[in-house]
């Protein structure tokens, strides 16, 4: 619910537990008042405390106030130039050279129904409303408008700023967030999750001290090393309680999420794009990416299930439609490049009597493609592979009773490809530089339409050769030398923006002209897991790390902000590929299985007792679909702060059903006895445990807890089935 309070002129946001307010002052400045646990109506301005600081300047309009500083007040957009030296929200050049930037308010809007964000991801919904709030800048023609749209059953306030040139020269924009929250003077802690190839989303807590702290990719990509998703909370908050909010960009490029303890006390968490040199010609806009907002009074376990909710409901597009997405296999770690068709056959037909149903054709089926030194670019079958093209394959596959799927990195050329001899200035590159490799390979100027559109015929051509059900969205390196051959010098800070721009546009038309068609995203598995492609990929390879273990630790961390049923996660073969260790199958299920499940191995080579186990690891996936997909995630243990438990569950929304996995790390003699307690049941029902004759009381499983039996060996795993009787 959205109010604007005419007599005090608060705009006050409501979900149902939590309440946003700001207000424009008597100077027009916006103010930030609150953000936090639901509270009643009222103007919450006798918060903000003024007071003299020296060297904090006031500005003219307040003379001879020395108390009114835009340094010391909460801001809802702070500005850059005019006073305020906290972290700014936006920053251009203006015509005059200038960086000097004053938003005053101007006026309102409040809508029926969700605002959309043309060309970029955004949450969506008929039943959310908008609040369209204006600033101007009286000293030249910019001016923002901050959009916030409310989804009150999901305690979701999404938060998007479009910055238009109404003057009449160009301006330069340097800097626009999409997000800035001030919060009062408390002592937080900001939260941050951070990696690198296969080793993805680390969360790491720390206090925010005095001065600019925070994450950021300056890659072309969201990145591994740094998500465009943080926490901000009390000292003590935990778990299952005290408050936290979340804060994620819908953006899969650079980006910036800092957080800034001032002189006073005040916290100011920014998040947005930076480094952007965008020309904003006379009567044009600019629209940020949208930004996320979650609070939650009751800890980082209510703050992620919100989270989960309102991604899948509101963001993710899934063409499967509230049907159950296919248990895959894919070859890549069975057979990196060195496959035909009959092996793949092979592996098709080992894995359909297990009831695995769909078929990834992983790199290297295209152009002339043994390695990953050639042939990006070249979106054709490679016929010495795969004799009677995708077509044969695909009939062959189907015949088996599974559906295909297909891998394919549209953003990246080889030096060896017909591409490249074809068109050299398509990668992008500095002239006169001999730029940086990564992978071997360069980046494709998606910021061009002619690129795009090259691309884009080029894989329809071969999705329509076939019935592809499943594509795999590849991208294998960074950004570096980013210029681009259609743009005049003046331009060249755009480009980056453009390219993510360009990579929406092409994902946005293949979901137009195949709706059907899954597409899971990746980037060197996790290098691009952010909200943006989840809204566009229903799905995102986790890690390219498969180990059981390493996994626990990296979908726990992704978790905070991402539902199970986006992270693809593989059983893979042991000694894993990434790590050496050998871990149990039962246990690579039980990780694996909390995500968008599949294989990625040769099932064909498994021992009859080994099939066996993922026929039931399959059908015990189908069977919990839904609570897995659908339910509540709880994690019942931080495998960081406990690696030799590590447990969680998938609730019901009633509580009346559970799915508990609990994987142990290594074994050691005369164990500790161990009480696991549960989480989200109904207190008061009695649960049937793995259909067996153990009944529990939910009161006892959440409060006392359930007696882990002592696992004998490395790395073993258990599930629980509860169900209220
Ligand atoms: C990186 C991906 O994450 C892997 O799963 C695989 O698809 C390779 N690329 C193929 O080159």
Redesign the pocket.
């Known amino acids: 619910m959205i109010v604007f309070d005419r007599t005090c002129g608060t705009f006050t946001l409501h979900t149902r537990s939590t309440t946003y307010q700001m207000k424009a002052d008597q100077y027009g400045v916006l103010l930030h008042t609150y953000y936090g646990p639901r509270v009643g109506e009222g103007d919450l301005s006798g918060l903000i405390q003024y007071a003299d600081r020296g060297f904090s300047p006031n500005p003219s309009e307040a003379h001879p106030r020395r108390d009114y500083s835009l340094d010391t007040l909460p801001q809802e957009y702070s500005t850059c130039g005019v006073g305020d030296y906290r972290l700014s929200s936006v920053q251009v050049e203006q015509p005059d050279g200038s960086q000097a930037l004053d938003l005053r308010y101007a006026g309102y809007e409040i809508r029926r129904g969700k605002y959309a964000l043309p060309g970029l991801p955004a949450f969506r919904g008929e039943d959310g409303e908008t609040l369209s709030i204006s600033l101007r800048d009286p000293g030249s023609g910019v001016e923002a408008e901050l959009l916030y749209g409310v989804f009150e059953d999901y305690d979701l306030i999404t938060r998007a700023v479009q910055i238009v040139n109404r003057g009449e020269e160009p301006v330069k924009l340097q800097r626009v967030m999409s997000l800035c929250l001030d919060f009062l003077p408390l002592d937080l802690d900001l939260i941050t999750f951070n990696g690198a190839h296969v080793r993805e989303r680390w969360p790491d807590r720390a206090p925010i001290r005095p001065g600019v702290q925070g994450v950021g990719s300056s890659r072309g990509m969201s990145s591994h090393q740094h998500n465009p998703f943080v926490m901000i909370c009390e000292h003590d908050t935990g778990e299952d309680h005290g408050v936290c909010y979340g804060a994620a960009l819908l953006y899969s490029g650079d980006f910036e999420a800092m957080a800034e303890r001032s002189q006073f006390g005040d916290i100011r968490l920014v998040m947005g794009l930076v480094q952007l040199q965008w020309t904003l010609e006379p009567g044009e806009v600019f629209a940020a990416p949208e930004a996320a907002l979650v609070c939650s009074p009751s800890g980082f376990g209510q703050m992620s299930r919100q989270l989960h909710r309102a991604v899948r409901e509101r963001l993710v597009r899934d063409p499967c439609q509230g049907g159950r997405r296919p248990v895959l296999i894919n070859n890549?770690e069975a057979t990196y490049f060195d496959f035909n068709k009959e092996k793949l056959l092979d592996i098709a037909r080992a894995a359909a009597p297990l009831g695995i149903e769909l078929l990834v054709m992983?790199?290297g089926w295209f152009g002339v493609r043994d390695s990953?030194t050639s042939g990006l670019g070249d979106w054709t079958v490679n016929e010495k592979k795969l004799p009677g093209g995708l077509g044969e394959l695909v009939s062959e596959v189907r015949r088996l009773g599974m559906r295909f799927g297909l891998?394919v990195?549209p953003e990246m050329i080889s030096e060896d490809s017909e591409l490249y001899r074809a068109h050299p200035d398509w990668a992008l590159g500095v002239p006169g530089r001999p730029g940086s490799r990564g992978r071997g390979q360069l980046t494709l100027d998606f910021s061009r339409k002619d690129v795009r559109e090259h691309v884009y015929a080029a894989l329809r051509k071969v999705l329509d050769s076939a019935e592809v059900s499943y594509l795999?969205w590849?991208m294998?390196r960074c950004l570096t030398d980013v210029w681009s051959a259609a743009l005049p010098p003046r331009r060249q800070g755009e480009t980056r923006h453009r390219y993510v721009l360009g990579v929406y546009e092409m994902l946005e038309n293949l979901r137009r002209d195949y709706p059907h068609m899954l597409v899971e995203g990746?980037a060197?598995?996790g290098g691009r897991f952010d909200l943006g492609m989840l809204y566009y990929t229903p799905q995102i390879?986790c890690s390219?790390n498969t180990d059981a273990i390493d996994r626990l630790r990296i979908q726990y961390g992704t978790s905070f902000c991402y539902p199970a049923c986006c992270m693809g996660a593989h059983v893979s073969a042991v000694p894993n590929e990434q790590t050496g260790r050998v871990t149990p199958l039962e246990t690579r299920g039980v990780a694996a299985m909390s995500g968008a499940f599949g294989y990625e191995m040769d099932v064909g080579k498994c021992g009859e007792a080994e099939k066996a186990v993922i026929r039931t690891q399959v059908e015990t996936f189908k069977t919990h679909y839904r609570l897995i997909q659908e339910g509540g995630y709880y994690r019942l243990t931080d495998p960081f702060a406990d690696p030799e438990l590590t447990a969680w569950a998938h609730v019901a929304p009633d509580g009346r059903e559970a799915l508990v996995s609990i994987v142990t790390g290594s074994g050691h003699a005369a164990p500790r006895f161990r009480l696991l307690r549960l989480k989200g049941l109904d207190p008061d029902a009695v649960y049937r445990i793995n259909g067996g004759a153990e009944l529990c009381r939910g009161s006892v499983l959440m409060n006392a807890g359930w007696p882990v039996p002592p696992l004998r060996g490395d790395y073993q795993s258990l599930q629980l089935h509860l169900e209220a009787e």
Do not use: A, F
Request: glycine share 14%; hydrophobic share 20%; proline share 0%.
């Open positions: 890549w992983d790199d990953d891998w990195e795999k590849d294998n990746c060197g598995g390879w390219d």
